[in-house]
């Protein structure tokens, strides 16, 4: 019989206290966490809905979700893929659903339900939940790991998981202390940036258009490095967010841009057609409507309320009729849809805000999350230095590596 810590109550640590009972309800498992209650970032993801994994099966059109870590991922993800994942669930009494866009919610609509089935599992099968327990510092004596807490007596443990999160939204515990953790046992911390984060932008005509999606453009970031993703995006009354901005955040972690020293955005609004092919379309609906205003032609290509803002930041007058629009104002109007310029100047929280960079990736296994470094000691979740886009895509990787960690953890000699 051995004893096991696993630090942190998050998806990771729920999957990798969860994988050793079912292989052996011999060992003597502490679920350390510093809340009252496990998986408070579970529960807040998606809204609160909790995007717990995605619909995709291709493992290897999944794994070109992670911008950094799919290497490492691969041996994780294979073991458990996102099948695996919807099929646990339900064997644990909490119907899933997929959504048109592949994300994968229970079908409640409630990530509570997902948090109670781990917690629910894991009581039946004696694992000590330590709630409200801060873990103060570790050290190795020998084979063993020594824990110590404020207010509660050391922990003597044979095997420890390190599963504590990032540092992206604090309010829920993930105080990015586990690096520290990680550091005090021999190993490097990798640089640490926000992914998967809203764009805060400085033009203020946004915020009229708050709520205003497109469901495809082609975004274009241009910093110290330039990196581009088409997908949808949403207005919102400061900036822009949604899946592509989300995306673009992920490439765009590691640079620093504010008020002072801003960022670019670059929006094409019709990535599928070129500026010929849409002035073209332009020309037929003008022809065709010689005595309606333009604004009723531009209305016809772009929601009614963007198209007015289009005029207005233009200058472009939205009551001529299309006889009477100069091809100069037309050229204007179409160059700002294939190429409108916005000023980003920070970041805003999204709905799986996570932290890019954590435990250099070359000091772990990737086929059983042990320390290459620390025999004993395991790594799961956003400790490490990996990162998904949204879609369900970083919790699926928080239960993966949490099973294999578990796995090992618990097998390994």
Request: glycine share 10%; charged share 25%; with cysteine.
């Amino acid at each position: 019989m051995k004893k096991i810590a696993i630090i942190g109550g998050g998806a990771a640590g729920l999957m990798a206290a969860a994988r050793i009972m079912e292989l052996s309800s011999s060992h003597e498992i502490f679920l350390i966490e510093r809340n009252k209650i496990l998986g408070k970032k579970v529960i807040i993801s998606g809204g609160g809905r909790c995007n717990l994994t995605t619909g995709l099966d291709d493992l290897k059109e999944i794994l070109k979700k992670y911008p950094r870590g799919p290497r490492f991922l691969r041996t994780a993800m294979y073991a458990f893929p996102p099948v695996k994942m919807r099929e646990w669930m339900q064997d644990h009494g909490v119907p899933i659903k997929i959504e048109e866009d592949m994300r994968v919610f229970p079908k409640s609509d409630n990530g509570m339900h997902v948090v109670r089935a781990f917690e629910t599992f894991l009581k039946k099968s004696g694992v000590q939940i330590l709630f409200e327990t801060a873990l103060e510092s570790v050290k190795k004596e020998g084979d063993k790991f020594v824990l110590s807490f404020d207010g509660r007596e050391n922990l003597l443990v044979d095997k420890l998981i390190l599963a504590p999160g990032g540092q992206a939204y604090r309010h829920t515990g993930s105080k990015g202390d586990g690096y520290s953790f990680a550091e005090s046992l021999g190993h490097n911390i990798t640089a640490l940036g926000p992914s998967l984060n809203a764009f805060v932008l400085a033009e203020k005509w946004i915020a009229e258009l708050s709520g205003l999606s497109f469901k495809n453009v082609a975004l274009s970031f241009r910093g110290k490095e330039k990196f581009t993703f088409t997908g949808p995006i949403m207005l919102t009354h400061k900036g822009i967010t949604g899946p592509a901005v989300f995306a673009l955040s992920a490439y765009s972690s590691y640079e620093k841009f504010d008020v002072n020293k801003p960022a670019k955005l670059f929006v094409d609004f019709f990535p599928e057609k070129n500026h010929e092919e849409l002035q073209g379309e332009f020309s037929k609906e003008l022809d065709a409507n010689l005595k309606k205003s333009f604004n009723n032609i531009l209305s016809r290509f772009v929601p009614r309320s963007f198209a007015e803002i289009i005029c207005k930041q233009l200058s472009v007058d939205p009551k001529k009729i299309s006889v009477e629009l100069s091809k100069k104002d037309l050229n204007k109007v179409i160059d700002a849809l294939k190429n409108m310029s916005f000023t980003i100047i920070g970041r805003s929280a999204g709905d799986e805000f996570v932290t890019a960079g954590g435990v250099d990736l070359s000091e772990v296994s990737a086929k059983t999350m042990e320390s290459k470094i620390c025999s004993g000691l395991y790594f799961a979740g956003e400790i490490l230095d990996y990162d998904g886009f949204t879609g369900g895509f970083n919790l699926q990787a928080a239960w993966a590596s949490g099973r294999l960690a578990g796995e090992n953890a618990a097998t390994v000699p």
